[in-house]
């Protein structure tokens, strides 16, 4: 059965320092993996998929196969970055494709 | 271009009642979504179409939830009869393909009492 464990529920930073959301999948085959994010009062939205291998507002996140990681990391974090992250994986290899997300991690980044 | 709308926006029902949620998917996206989400987890996919069918409903109760897809573009998701721990926000998302970015609606926030 595919998984997406999101080990922290709470992480809490300082403006400027460096933040990274853990993410870590199970899954028999070649998942697609997003990370999405929930701004206050806001819809739930793509941040970044690791197919795509971009930044999006200064955020990456590698894929490692081996360790069936999908973190998301940023050098420096911003007070506007406070909000809820989720970890999702779309199982492609399966004829339903069917979509996983993690139980997120609510970041918030203190002044 | 606009985006998934979800009616309504909150719903407050008596265990036992039966309750519905109606979503609009953007224009042309074959993949359409359904997803509870209890306070605390993360979305939990119940159904999910593509047009008109159904490629997984592995974890929707079906003694009580039932959703369609009429024309491949409208969805409802119903509820009947409802529990306690039916309370939840439903989602839904679509996307133009099942292995692509969904996209999300505001959502339904449904309180069983």
């Known amino acids: 059965a595919q998984r997406v464990t999101q080990p922290e529920k709470l992480l809490s930073v300082f403006k400027g320092a460096p933040v990274e959301l853990k993410c870590n999948y199970s899954?028999?085959?070649?998942?697609?993996l997003f990370w999405y994010v929930q701004y206050s009062r806001q819809r739930l939205q793509l941040l970044l998929r690791h197919i795509s291998r971009e930044s999006i507002k200064g955020f990456t996140a590698d894929l490692n196969k081996g360790e069936t990681s999908f973190h998301l990391k940023k050098p420096f974090a911003q007070e506007e970055d406070s909000a809820m992250y989720y970890c999702a994986l779309s199982g492609i290899s399966t004829n339903a494709g069917k979509s996983t997300f993690g139980d997120g991690t609510t970041l918030t980044v203190k002044p | 271009e606009a985006g998934v709308a979800q009616s309504p926006r909150y719903k407050i029902i008596e265990k036992r009642q039966s309750v519905a949620f109606w979503c609009n998917p953007i224009?042309?996206?074959?993949?359409l979504y359904w997803y509870q989400q209890i306070l605390g987890q993360g979305p939990k996919l119940l159904i999910q179409f593509q047009n008109n069918g159904v490629v997984d409903d592995s974890q929707l109760p079906k003694d009580r939830f039932s959703a369609e897809r009429l024309k491949g573009v409208d969805s409802t998701l119903k509820i009947q009869p409802a529990k306690l721990e039916d309370s939840a926000v439903y989602l839904c998302?679509?996307?133009?393909?099942?292995?692509?970015?969904?996209?999300f609606g505001q959502g339904t926030r449904l309180t069983v009492v």
């Open positions: 998302a679509s996307s133009p393909r099942r292995d692509t970015e969904a996209f």
């Open positions: 224009s042309g996206h074959a993949t």
């Open positions: 899954y028999s085959g070649s998942p697609e």
